[in-house]
């Protein structure tokens, strides 16, 4: 059962909305699942640049995909914001496993341990500033 004073007070969208809400991370998801499914894409620069480049993206495209899960776990299920956390960070956590596992399949990529400590790094990050967005959102509310 959840507090009423932390479950969400929104009305449930239409499934219409629902699906739009989901597309959002699904078409995310597509987007980071082809370009692993990519040969080595920076050939052309020193090692040690390819991989900066390579880790930006990975904390950039798995901090976007954290925030578009938490946004429609959000607006289609009622449940606390706890939850949401939880849901987007466990979700996009276990994407970026299965992400870098596929690579195994692709020609000239290899999973990394520390491509999936990016990805994790981004995901905490992204929504360690929803929390906190979220708590000083609340904090102005209470005070005005």
Do not use: C, Y
């Not at 009423?4 to 909305?17: D, K, N």
């Amino acid at each position: 059962m959840t507090n009423p004073s932390t479950a969400q007070t929104t009305t449930r969208p239409s499934r219409r909305l629902v699906w739009l809400w989901w597309l959002l991370p699904l078409g995310w998801m597509v987007l980071i699942w082809t370009l692993s499914a990519q040969p080595e894409l920076l050939v052309v620069v020193s090692s040690r640049l390819r991989d900066m480049l390579a880790w930006v993206a990975h904390f950039s495209e798995f901090a976007v995909l954290a925030v578009f899960l938490w946004l429609a776990t959000r607006k289609t299920i009622a449940i606390d914001e706890q939850a949401v956390l939880g849901v987007a960070f466990f979700g996009t956590a276990l994407f970026a496993v299965v992400d870098e596992l596929h690579q195994v399949f692709v020609p000239g990529r290899t999973p990394d341990v520390r491509d999936l400590l990016v990805d994790l790094a981004g995901i905490l990050l992204a929504l360690a500033v929803i929390r906190w967005l979220a708590a000083h959102q609340k904090q102005a509310a209470n005070q005005g």
